[in-house]
């Protein structure tokens, strides 16, 4: 007997407790809401009875419109994301990330998914994304993509409470696939697929979404077929599980002395190579000073040249000495300095490892600091065989939900669901009311047996200006009427039509219905459009908008892990207005010796907290937002050209470029004026000033020579002054005739505009 792998049982396990009575009736009713969104809204025992009585099969689907009008209000745009940093480089690798994120939505078709989510969370009333890694893409390199999972293939611990499912102790995928969908995804594993236990499909129908197949009111094609049961081996069907569980992993964060490297040493032989040679041609200088002391000493007969020698060869042995210890000195003291203390987080068996190895590196630990911290812990499984194993380099889960209404549980509450009662009343109430105008158009009779030939009066009895025989001695058939139908019943209708919008919050005017917005003014429309928005404004802000948060944050966590290497993104702009970005993470950089010693834009190591912009995903009133912006046009906050940057016109951009120059012109020809203005109050003062100088000329023609000598000193600076005067003058002319020359440019440009 085969032992059974322990873990297989444990998942095993996990999902025959995962599939209770609460979690099946969840399947059923949201199964039910999903049919009904798409058109099966009649059961094959509800279509066989309407059509023993006559009735019409058809039904009115008033559940579309709503489904695509909250699936339009969350889709509208694509989610944007923002990043705050922490410090330094963090900051500017924070401003990169909503651009690498939109970069891996837009690879991932991420607003496709996104879509499809949000109709899942709308019909089913849980829609799910899912952040993974394709480590094939790039070359071997890998790509961050994002996947839609089906809600009924995921299971969650019951006991979660939190909105995201932050704090439940599993999620778990389930899936029945044949096994050659499997080998294609795990080529490697394609013996252990093959030998996997097959699963027995006597029971399952194509959605498998209710353990009690009985209840649905619509059943998919059986894959229980000839084709499967009697399939080849790699054809079979098997179950499928990822197991995806938070753990505690321990970790070490080693700080660690690093010591320069072969080459970085060698730099600092060199440095201190120079900075002895200095200190040695110091030291020569000094010797010489005192050997020449010395040899004055000598001849002065103070020191006997025996003395002298002895003296000098002691001081170059002490040189030498000091020179040595000085090199030492300095190779320490430039080690020191390009030795830093770093930290590495190690796993607790990497770091066990290092202790019980002979590598070096275990002697440059000074510090090690044990913790603990959440990953996830993903465990495969096909049929009865263990796949894989892994750790993912992430503390939040990947598989992110979208609710509805969230129920504070793992089963929330969809859309359409309560919507069904209305509809099931209004497909009844539409089916009479043809039933009824059927009947009325087409006659019934009430005939003694033997009275008439039925298969005649089958034939004619609706032609006009028939005769119809009856049999003598046989009473005259008599024409059967169906009942009017309540006036009520039309009213109780139209209810009903209203009811679905109130329960929805989806209301007809929201739809283009301009029936009841047809006299209202502009801003009562706007208004309106605001109030009548508010239910789904409500469910964006606390469902969809920290689900998008949490993806973000996904996003984010497996990223780092992943573009470790230098990387290049080409982001293009799908509006076409706006250039393509590129931008560049984990630059190297090189040191002397063409050794990478660090990085710009370090991705993996940067620390930044992932925001969603509130509302990026809402669409936008153009014209609300237009009207906004010309009241802050009049108001003086912006100008004409910041509205014109925001409204959809042709030639846009040749419009700002004229109302630029415009602009710029109008300033000109106003600091023109502002200075022609100057010049004239100068000119004004000059014309004053020379005609008090030629009163102060007459009278100082009568005056003595020295006063005459004084005035015509004086009258030479007037001149002076007049000629000033002159000069202002003609300066003024050309101003005028430049703000003339700018004034018939611009009339020239309306001219142009007009045409």
């Known amino acids: 007997m085969a032992k059974t792998d322990a873990l297989v049982e444990k998942v095993r396990n996990i999902y025959s407790s995962a599939k209770t009575t609460h979690r099946s009736q969840w399947e059923h009713i949201n199964q039910k809401g999903f049919d009904f969104a798409n058109d099966n809204q009649l059961s094959e025992g509800e279509k066989l009875s309407l059509e023993e009585q006559g009735m019409p099969t058809f039904t009115i689907n008033r559940i579309i419109p709503v489904v695509e009008m909250l699936n339009f209000y969350a889709t509208a745009k694509s989610p944007r994301w923002q990043a705050v940093g922490a410090q330094g480089d963090d900051v500017d690798i924070a401003a990169m990330f909503s651009d690498i994120a939109d970069y891996i939505w837009y690879n991932s078709h991420g607003d496709t998914l996104y ?119 790699d054809e079979k069907l098997v179950e499928y599980f990822e197991l995806y569980e938070k753990e505690k992993v321990e970790y070490v964060n080693v700080f660690m002395k690093v010591v320069p490297d072969e080459e970085a040493q060698n730099l600092i032989v060199q440095q201190a190579q120079i900075q002895v040679q200095k200190m040695q041609a110091e030291m020569k200088v000094e010797l010489q000073e005192k050997a020449l002391e010395m040899q004055k000493a000598v001849e002065e007969g103070k020191m006997l040249p025996e003395r002298m020698e002895l003296e000098i060869q002691k001081e170059q042995e002490m040189m030498s000495s000091q020179l040595k210890t000085y090199e ?26 290092i202790l ?49 209404k969230w129920t ?65 001695g046989y009473q005259q058939p008599t024409p059967v009427m169906p009942f009017q139908l309540n006036n009520a019943f039309f009213g109780l209708v139209n209810q009903g039509k209203n009811d679905m919008e109130y329960l929805a919050g989806v209301y007809s005017s929201m739809q283009g219905d301009t029936g009841s917005t047809r006299d209202m003014p502009y801003r009562g429309m706007l208004a309106m459009d605001e109030y009548g928005t508010r239910r789904i404004k409500y469910w964006l802000k606390n469902c969809i908008e920290p689900a998008l948060r949490q993806c973000g944050e996904v996003v984010k ?85 910041a509205v014109l940057e925001q409204a959809d016109i042709r030639n846009k951009d040749k419009i700002i470029q004229r109302k630029s120059l415009y602009s710029q012109l109008q300033k000109q020809i106003k600091g023109m004026e502002e200075e022609i203005k100057k010049l004239k109050g100068t000119n004004e003062t000059l014309e004053r000033q020379v005609i008090q100088s030629n ?54 440009m309306n001219d142009e505009n007009i045409d």
């Open 115 to 233: 879509s499809n989510a949000i109709n899942d969370c709308i019909t089913k009333s849980l829609g799910y994304l899912m952040v993974t890694v394709d480590p094939d893409a790039d070359q071997g390199m890998g790509e961050v993509v994002i996947t839609q999972p089906d809600p009924f293939d995921i299971y969650v611990d019951e006991k979660c409470r939190d909105l995201l499912f932050r704090d439940a102790a599993y999620i778990m995928i389930r899936k029945i696939l044949p096994k050659n969908h499997l080998i294609a995804k795990f080529p490697n594993a394609r013996r252990k697929i093959l030998n996997a236990k097959s699963t027995d499909t006597s029971f399952l129908s194509y959605s498998e979404k209710s353990a009690d197949v009985e209840q649905k009111d619509f059943t998919f094609k059986d894959l229980a077929s000839d084709s499967y049961i009697n399939a080849k081996d």
């Open 557 to 641: 966590q497996l990223s780092q892990s992943v573009y470790t290497a230098n990387k290049v993104f080409n982001i293009m702009q799908p509006d076409g207005l706006t250039e393509d970005k590129r931008i560049e993470i984990n630059i190297p950089i090189y040191n002397d010796y063409g050794k990478i010693i660090d990085k710009y834009y370090d991705y993996k190591s940067a620390k930044f907290d992932v925001r969603i912009i509130s509302g990026s995903t809402l669409p936008l009133n153009r014209w609300a937002y237009l009207e906004e912006l010309k009241q802050m046009m009049s108001m003086g906050i912006i100008d004409d050209i």
């Open 356 to 404: 019980n190895s002979e590598n070096k590196l275990k002697d440059t630990i000074v510090e090690a600091v044990p913790f603990k911290e959440d990953r996830i812990k993903v465990v495969k499984i096909v049929g009865d065989k263990r796949l894989d194993v892994s750790y993912l380099p992430i503390k939040e889960y990947p598989i992110v939900p979208f609710h509805y």
């Open 328 to 353: 030492v000195e300095v190779i320490n003291r430039l080690q020191e300095e390009n030795s830093q203390v770093d930290n590495k987080v190690f796993s607790k068996k990497e770091y066990d490892l």
């Open 695 to 748: 009163i102060k000329s007459k009278t100082m023609a009568k005056a003595s020579e020295v006063e005459r000598q004084t005035m015509a000193s004086k009258a030479n600076i007037y001149k002076q002054e007049l000629e000033s005067k002159a000069q202002q003058k003609l300066y003024r002319n050309i101003l005028e005739k430049e703000m003339l020359d700018s004034r018939d440019k611009i009339t020239k």
């Open 408 to 472: 504070g549980t793992p089963l929330p509450i969809s859309a359409v669901s309560p919507l069904i009662g209305k509809q099931r009343e209004l497909n009844k109430a539409h089916q009479l009311m043809v039933h009824n105008a059927s009947l009325g158009s087409s006659l019934r009779y009430m005939y003694e047996e033997g009275a008439i030939d039925t298969d005649y009066w089958e034939k004619y009895s609706s032609a006009p200006g028939a005769l119809l025989p009856v049999r003598n």
